[in-house]
């Protein structure tokens, strides 16, 4: 059974930081790309950020470019989204998802539960 599970949402004041991270368990992440995707009430699916196997490669939503940094530790199987300079509209539900392309969200296989980010002006 594959399982995505985020964790590190929560609320937070405009400017402030969070770090979400996302633990695989029943797949090996080291040979796919990791993204983070978000959605927020009434508001379509948008991905985040993407991560290649290497970390060599990755993409940013330009909303997010410069503030959001994807990581990953394929050691422990986990993907990261430092959060910085976090802004009202990053406010959503952010999801983990494996194994797709880039942010192609219909690409991508597995995804996890979400975890809700909250940004207070």
């Known amino acids: 059974l594959v399982q995505l599970v985020e964790s590190g949402g929560g609320s937070v004041q405009a400017g402030g930081s969070l770090r979400l991270s996302c633990a695989a368990s029943g797949y090996a992440i080291s040979y796919n790309n990791m993204a983070w995707f978000r959605q927020a009430p009434g508001k379509e699916r948008e991905g985040v950020a993407g991560i290649s196997p290497s970390s060599l490669s990755t993409d940013y939503a330009d909303s997010v470019q410069g503030r959001f940094t994807i990581s990953r530790d394929n050691a422990k199987n986990t993907v990261y989204l430092q959060m910085n300079s976090l802004k009202p509209e990053d406010t959503a539900n952010y999801y983990c998802?494996?194994?797709?392309?880039?942010?192609?969200?219909?690409?991508?296989?597995?995804w996890g539960q979400g975890t809700q980010v909250t940004v207070s002006s």
């Open positions: 998802a494996a194994g797709g392309w880039s942010l192609v969200g219909r690409t991508y296989k597995y």
